[in-house]
């Protein structure tokens, strides 16, 4: 057993240190600059494609932001409940300490979540334990979406239900690496540098770069995240998907793992 929880905390470990690494590796080669940004417009990042998940283990990103972690986290096995920790929601305890992982995930009930109220029911279980309200639901091909909001109506973080059995997550992802608050690098101080009309404008720009004439895609209205924005992506007023844009650096992250888009609750 001991063996086996060093294998799983190694696996964790690794997978968030590659994320780690590839963000900055992306930071490094993009044309978006740290120095003097409140003076001009981040560019937008010129990161590759957004890579498809597979069906296999998931795996941490290895282009940079434009990549996802896939929504094989969900799978069965050394990366379901077992590794993750028990029914509290640590991702195993003592793994890499309570203050860094803690909180990120609830395990699922066992009930398939078919609809956007039920999404709502388990995103709100989750989010009573972070003392947070659930604002937006979205329901895609392959997961339920749920935005997080503090009591006053701010957008707290981002998470994710699975509709296979319940279980929620803080997203992976922007929430999980860039959020100050609830992500993995939380407690980041220093002023954001760059604003919700600089966020839309990189977000629309990576449109451009990233779509063709058939599938010419805008970008929504900013949502302000501790430490980034996210954004729906919308083709003929309808929305298609979402992106995120680092409030520090520019950087772009599409939200690649989603599948689908399939309809909305607001309430």
Not at 52 to 69: I, L, Q
Request: proline content about 5%; glycine content about 14%.
């Amino acid at each position: 057993m001991t063996r086996r929880r060093t294998q799983q905390a190694a696996a964790v470990a690794a997978l968030a240190l590659a994320g780690a690494v590839s963000l900055g590796a992306c930071g490094a080669n993009s044309n978006t600059s740290t120095a003097g940004m409140s003076s001009r417009t981040p560019a937008a990042s010129a990161s590759p494609a957004p890579t498809v998940p597979g069906s296999g283990t998931p795996t941490a990103p290895t282009t940079g932001p434009t990549s996802g972690w896939g929504p094989d986290v969900w799978s069965d096995g050394d990366w379901g409940s077992g590794m993750m920790g028990d029914d509290s929601g640590s991702w195993g305890p003592g793994m890499m300490g309570q203050g860094m992982m803690g909180n990120w995930w609830l395990a699922g009930n066992g009930n398939r979540v078919q609809t956007l109220d039920q999404a709502r029911q388990r995103a709100t279980v989750f989010a009573d334990r972070l003392s947070l309200k659930v604002g937006e639901v979205m329901q895609f091909s392959r997961n339920f979406y749920a935005e997080l909001e503090s009591t006053g109506g701010r957008p707290a973080t981002e998470v994710l239900v699975n509709p296979a059995d319940g279980a929620v997550q803080v997203e992976y992802g922007p929430a999980m690496m860039w959020n100050t608050d609830y992500g993995m690098h939380h407690g980041r101080q220093g002023q954001t540098r760059v604003s919700a009309a600089q966020a839309g404008s990189i977000a629309q720009q990576w449109l451009r770069n990233h779509s063709t004439a058939l599938t010419a895609l805008t970008a929504g209205d900013p949502e302000s995240y501790p430490g980034y924005y996210t954004l729906h992506t919308m083709k003929s007023g309808k929305i298609t998907g979402m992106l995120s844009v680092n409030a520090y650096t520019g950087q772009v992250w599409d939200h690649s793992w989603h599948g689908a888009y399939m309809a909305t609750s607001q309430r």
